[in-house]
């Protein structure tokens, strides 16, 4: 495994870990669990998601900061009719859960955002994804 793909791993277990502790959520918890045993299986599986869901489609709004468009967008028509529904509600508890931190929180969690978002930038440049 690549010493990048293991960085982005370990930022967003750190990142749900951090974010787990400042709102306590059993379905963050069971994210946890399914990265860290995941991973093991399947290292890349996170950040090729994170480059073709997150980076790709949402990179001048990340790059922005702009927090208020993640947690306003109905993330339905991003969800292919194939995706178990589980995906849909994991996104809505997590907009619900954001939307009710602070400022100094909500700095925190898009730096982690835009963290990963970088390193999936530089794996997509090394891998010629």
Known sequence: ????LKVFNNHLVEFLNDFQIV??????KAAVLFINTTKKINPSIFIKGWINYIYNPYKEKIKEGDFTFFIERDYSSDIDADDDNKVLEIINTIRTELKKLDENNRE???KYVQNLT??????QIEKNL
């Open 1 to 4: 495994m690549s010493s990048l």
């Open 23 to 28: 709102m306590p959520n059993n379905n963050i």
């Open 108 to 110: 925190k969690v898009i």
């Open 118 to 123: 970088k390193m999936g930038e530089m794996y």
